[in-house]
Each structure stands twice: as C-alpha cells, then as structure tokens.
C-alpha cells in the first residue's frame, strides 16, 4: 500500500467536528445520510448496503466502530480501524468517514443530526432490535429518520474470516508503519542500537533433550513400543536461550541461573560461553539440571521424560542471585520463568526490589503447567504471556483478546503488554491506551513456511526487549520482535536469531512493500 493511495483517500477521515463544519446545521439543502458499522472486511453486502444509503441524499458518512469497541469473537477486529477507514474512504459513493470512539454512534447520531441514518434490512426482522430503537430514539428527538436498505443477498464478515481469512500482514504492517512515522531505515537503526546494550537475565535453565530411535516392534501383551536407540541431540534451553537470543541481536549478556552438580552443567556453560554470555550460575548439589528428554520414533514422539526437581531454590541462593541482580550494571533484568525453582511467590519479591530504579524491567512467563502467574511480576514495563497464560492469569476463557489485553495490562501495572497469539502474530496494548488511537494494535506473522514454531516467543523477547532500551517505540519494538520470531518458526530447533538474518529479512518486507 504506497503512501499515494493512502494519502489520496485520508482527506475523507474526518473528526465529528470537522465533519458537522463541512455539512452544517438542521435545515440543510441537501439531505445527510449516515450509516454506522464495523466494516471488517468490506464485502458485497456492504456495497449495496452503501449505496442505497447514497440514493436517499447528497452526502454519505459512514462511521465505523473502533478497535477499542469490538467484542464479536475473541481476535476481532481482523483489519485495524485506520486500514478499515481507508478503506471505505476509497469507496467513490462514500463522502465522509468518522471512526467513532465511542462504544454506540448515539453521541455522534446526536452531534451530527443526520437526516437518514441507513441499517441493514435484518436489523428490523422481528421487531426492532433495543440498540437499534435507541438508535431511532435519538433521531425522533430533532426529526431525523431511521431507514432498512433493502437486502436481497446477506453477507457475513465473520464467516468470511473464519472461513479461510485473507493475507493482509504487509497492508497492516505499512499503515501501521505510516501512522507511526516509523521507516524501514528506522527499523534498521533500531537494529544497529541494540549492540552493547547491557542485559541482565534471570531464570531456569533448561536443557532439552531430542532420543532418535527406530520401531523394532511391540509387546505383544502390552501395549508398549519397542524401540531401537540411535542417537541423542541436546539443545540448550528455558532462561539460557534467551541468553542466546539476545546475545546474537549484539546485546552484552550476564547470565543468573541454578545448575545442578552434573555433566549437563558443563554442556550449558560450554554453550553460553561460546555464546559470548557471562554465565553467573549457583550449583546446587540437591538438584539436577533441568533436562527435558522427548523420545522420537518414525518423526513422533513417543514418550517425554523430565528430569527435574521444582522445589524453590534455598533463601541462600535467592540472596546470592539478587546480589548479582544488583551488581549487574544492566541497562535491562529479564525474568524468564519456567518455575523449576528460580521464581515463586516466596522469591519473586526479593529478586524483583533487586533490580536497581530506572532498569528497563521485563518478565515472561512461559509455563506449561499452571503453577506460575504473569501477574507475579507487577508494575514491569514489559510483560509478554501467550493468550493461555493471560487467560489464565486473568481466569478469563470467553473474552476478546482486545479486553484481555487491556485488564492483565491494568492487574500487573505494567507499560506494555505484548501477548503472543500463535500463528495469529501479537497484540501490543501500551499504558497510553484510554487516549492513544493506536493504543492496541495487532503485528501479523511474517512467516512464510512454518518448519518449527518452538522457540519464536524466545526470538521475539529478546529483540522486543533490546528494541525497547534502544529505541523506545513499541511499535518498532513490535515490529523487530515479530520478524524474529518469524524467522524462528522458519528453522527447525530453537537457535538464536543473529542480527543479519533479522536485516535480511526486513529487506524482503520493504521488497513486498514496493509492489503495494
């Protein structure tokens, strides 16, 4: 979508008061139609919807429910308002778009004083509904008229979406990009900030375990397997990959975990010091390292086994993690939290009043089971659950995304919210929310071929987290993290994301961009 197409049709989004100067008071000489919706995706039933509105006057608004406002299925709206305006501003029988801040048009009803506000036929099947006679209220009051288009044909947006919805991450990308003065060289200097930004991460290490075996047979009483052994591949894992991540971005990396007395300890710390990470560990000789074995036969897996112990780490070694916390000289503390001991409730707040006033503060929480909470860690600028974990912080399993967004936001006090919705991409709520117009906005997946999705919430904390330090827009924040998460899914195993691939793959986005 170039800057021409947008620009030739932002002219049209006007402010209620811009619009009332432009059409002016009751009686007018030419009748004033207004129609009110969500316009997600604009279909065919729209467009005749439209333009029966246009025949019954001179002039057409059409105002449009804001993002803040949309609570019909949990990841609506799927196109952002300022697209969805544009969209109908680029529609030659529309006059006039207004996105309407408010929940209900009645305000603006009230305001502008249309003489025709135009609904769908189906709103007057079976008597009218109580939001519409509200509607209709508001017009009676200074002589407007309320009027059914007719609707031969009736169209869904909803189904539509969920059917197979369209590809519009790139449109969504640049009009967000546009609205924010952010550039792809911006982008890119974001990228050049993040070297030598100091992190300090805290968390459990984990390593993860990969057996290779081949199917021999089965018992023939039970219904037990029989596997052959083949090979074994470690990976470094939890805590200490996010170490990695953020080490390849160009970050100065220290490092506080809990490591067993055991030959896994070394296979760690090997791998973080190739890795240029300052590994800071307590050895703990009542525990082990964290392993985590899946068994693979025929490319399943066939059993998982856990080597583990998630009893909370010793005040002892609380203290001496803290001290660490404190000396770090970090620009930004990471709390990585896979509850195998590190974070609880009894430790939570002792690490937390460690990190030192003005430290860029971070906390994710990736639990599998439901033993740890995102809204442990209150008042961070920056928390990042997937959906499941806010939900369940929240114990909220119905609402839209949107509002789920907004009250882990208000619970933990946090600055940002980025809540990672899978194959859906993310959802960034900041603390301007209640008087930003993009206070919410969605970054979609960019990635082209998903090979293995493990490790993308890892990729996307780390250049999110440097991003933020760096260049302080959580829209470039967004932007950066999102890539490297795409890039994660693009490779299989969890591998950090080094700084060129993150470029590369920027220089192929702004390629697309060109073509739109």
């Known amino acids: 979508m170039s800057d021409g197409f947008t620009s030739a049709y932002r002219r049209k989004i006007k402010t209620v008061d811009e619009i009332i100067a432009l059409i002016g008071t009751r009686p007018r000489k030419h009748a004033v139609v207004m129609c009110h919706g969500t316009f997600d995706l604009v279909h065919p039933g729209h467009l005749r919807h439209l333009h029966y509105a246009k025949t019954k006057g001179s002039v057409l608004i059409v105002s449009l429910t804001s993002d803040a406002h949309i609570e019909k299925a949990q990841y609506r709206p799927f196109v952002p308002q300022d697209l969805r305006a544009i969209n109908l501003a680029a529609l030659e029988m529309v006059d006039y778009v207004l996105i309407d801040p408010n929940a209900t048009p009645l305000e603006n009803i009230a305001r502008i004083q249309p003489d025709f506000f135009a609904k769908g036929y189906e709103y007057q099947q079976g008597g009218l ?29 909803s189904v539509i979406i969920e059917t197979k919805p369209p590809n519009l991450a790139v449109e969504k990308l640049l009009l967000l990009m546009e609205a924010e003065g952010v550039t792809f060289d911006r982008l890119r200097q974001a990228l050049d900030r993040c070297d030598g930004i100091r992190v300090h991460v805290v968390g459990d290490t984990i390593v993860d375990s990969l057996t290779y075996t081949t199917m021999i047979g089965g018992m023939t009483k039970t219904p037990t397997p029989s596997v052959r052994y083949d090979n074994r591949t470690d990976f470094v894992g939890g805590a200490a990959i996010v170490c990695e991540h953020l080490a390849a971005a160009g970050a100065q990396v220290s490092f506080s975990t809990v490591l067993g007395d055991d030959p896994l300890r070394d296979y760690v710390l ?118 499941r974990e806010a939900r369940f912080a929240t114990a909220d399993q119905d609402t839209g995304v949107r509002p789920l967004a907004a009250r882990l936001h208000d619970e933990a006090g946090s600055r940002v919210v980025i809540m990672k919705l899978g194959d859906r991409g993310i959802l960034t709520c900041r603390s301007s929310r209640h008087i930003e117009p993009r206070s919410f906005f969605v970054v979609d997946s960019f990635a082209e071929r998903v090979v293995d999705a493990v490790g993308a919430g890892d990729a996307l904390l780390g ?46 986005l702004e390629r697309i961009a060109r073509l739109h």
């Not at 006679?133 to 031969?152: M, N, S």
Request: aromatic content about 6%; hydrophobic content about 40%; some cysteine.
């Open 463 to 508: 250049y999110v987290t440097l991003s933020m330090v760096g260049d302080g827009s959580e829209v470039v924040a967004s932007i950066l993290g999102s890539v490297a998460a795409a890039l994660e899914c693009e490779r299989d195993g969890n591998v950090p994301i080094g700084k060129a691939d993150v470029l590369r793959k920027i220089d192929v």
């Open 270 to 387: 090997e791998n973080l010091k190739r890795a240029g990470i300052r590994a800071e560990p307590v050895i703990d000789k009542t525990r082990p390292t964290t392993n985590k074995n899946a068994y693979v036969c025929g490319g399943y897996r066939l059993l998982k086994v856990d080597t583990l112990d998630n009893r909370s780490i010793s005040d002892a070694i609380t203290a001496r993690i803290a001290g660490q916390i404190r000396s770090s000289g970090a620009q930004a503390v990471v709390f990585s939290d896979f509850r195998h001991g590190v974070f609880n409730r009894r430790t939570i707040p002792a690490l937390t009043a460690a990190i030192p006033e003005g430290t860029f503060r971070v906390a994710d929480s990736q639990v599998a089971s439901r033993w740890g909470n995102i809204l442990d860690f209150k008042g961070f600028d920056l928390i990042a659950p997937n959906e």
């Open 129 to 157: 509904h109580p939001k519409t006679q509200e509607e209709k209220d508001v017009l009676d009051a200074y002589g407007g008229e309320i009027l059914f288009t007719p609707g031969d044909i009736v169209y869904s947006s």
